[in-house]
């Protein structure tokens, strides 16, 4: 397959796929009662999946390297923007203080 | 649904840039807006697209990441049932991490729901319109956004300004510890699988930890 036939396949594909999770149970189970278990397990699975995603995203300062410090400004950054979200719940405003921490540290160690 | 809306914007042009340098023609890098309509799916498709990896890889990451859709989908199923069919099937395309996360309290809140459904539906348009326009953005305008911005970070801070306010209780933090844990130390992993595995292992630790607490009361 050339890279074009894969990139269109996979925008039809996941395209099926993510209508089909966005109707499951507002259309196609809409009559019957979800088992226990996976009410359960699909409970926790918006944290665990934006925790894999995020936290890969802000913890590496270079590929496979782990930095907590004034070397990976994007940590800190995110930190900051974590309790603001967590506290405000603001989309906007959480990404403008990460981005405004993220430039001020980079300024600062630069 | 507004701050939502424009902090929506950077991560629509992120996901435009994406797509092109992963390979995409700016045809397609719009296509995956159109009818994938989620960043998460979009970004990550095009960080493993960039990266060459097998078609399967690329549609069972996405399928896993979409698995929230199901949460969401089951949490707003009991307030959509008596809608006509039709309605439900275009609220559901609709149905986005934002669109849910500002619309499920007033759905749980208001007895009317037509005034909620609307809310939903108005929002979630208007979401869907300037996602596209933010993809065209970021295809047209990508090559001259200077790198030192760094403005592939708002993507981490948008699911951030979402994953933060879940953090009220026990299991979920025990759910983020298992899941951060298992993401950094199965970092090795090729073509990103440690996201799926961390997932699911963050997953598994919540229901765990539900039922400690459950014998403990």
């Known amino acids: ?110 | 649904m507004l701050p939502a809306v424009v902090g929506m914007f950077p991560f629509g042009i992120v996901c435009g840039v994406a797509a092109i340098s992963a390979g995409a023609s700016p045809l397609a890098a719009l296509a995956m807006s159109l009818i994938m309509f989620s960043g998460a799916a979009q970004i990550i498709a095009a960080q493993l697209l960039a990266a060459g990896a097998p078609f399967a890889v690329i549609a069972l990451s996405c399928f896993v990441v979409s698995l929230r859709f199901l949460m969401y989908s089951a949490a707003l199923a009991p307030y959509l049932r008596p809608l006509d069919h039709r309605w439900r099937n275009l609220l559901a395309f609709l149905l986005t991490d934002q669109a849910f996360a500002a619309s499920i309290h007033r759905f749980r809140a208001s007895g009317d729901l037509r005034a909620s459904a609307s809310y939903f539906l108005g929002g979630g348009a208007v979401l869907w319109i300037m996602w596209q326009l933010a993809t065209l953005a970021g295809i047209l305008l990508g090559s001259v956004i200077p790198p030192a911005w760094q403005l592939e970070f708002v993507v981490p801070l948008c699911f951030l300004s979402l994953l933060a306010p879940l953090l009220r209780d026990q299991p979920t933090l025990i759910v983020m510890i298992a899941a951060a844990v298992g993401v950094v130390a199965l970092d090795a992993m090729p073509m990103r699988l440690s996201m799926i595995c961390a997932g699911l292992l963050g997953i598994l630790a919540g229901i765990v930890a539900d039922r400690v607490g459950v014998r403990r009361d």
């Open chain 1, 1 to 110: 397959m050339t890279k074009s036939q894969i990139v269109w396949l996979v925008i039809v594909v996941v395209g099926v796929i993510n209508y089909a999770a966005r109707l499951s149970f507002i259309a196609f189970f809409a009559r019957r009662e979800m088992p226990p278990l996976l009410a359960e397990a699909l409970k926790h699975v918006p944290a665990a999946m934006l925790t894999s995603i995020v936290v890969p995203a802000v913890v590496f300062a270079a590929p496979g390297h782990i930095d907590f410090g004034l070397a990976n400004p994007k940590f800190i950054a995110a930190v900051v923007a974590g309790v603001v979200a967590w506290h405000w719940r603001n989309t906007l405003l959480t990404i403008g203080v990460g981005m405004a921490v993220l430039w001020l540290v980079q300024y600062l160690v630069g």
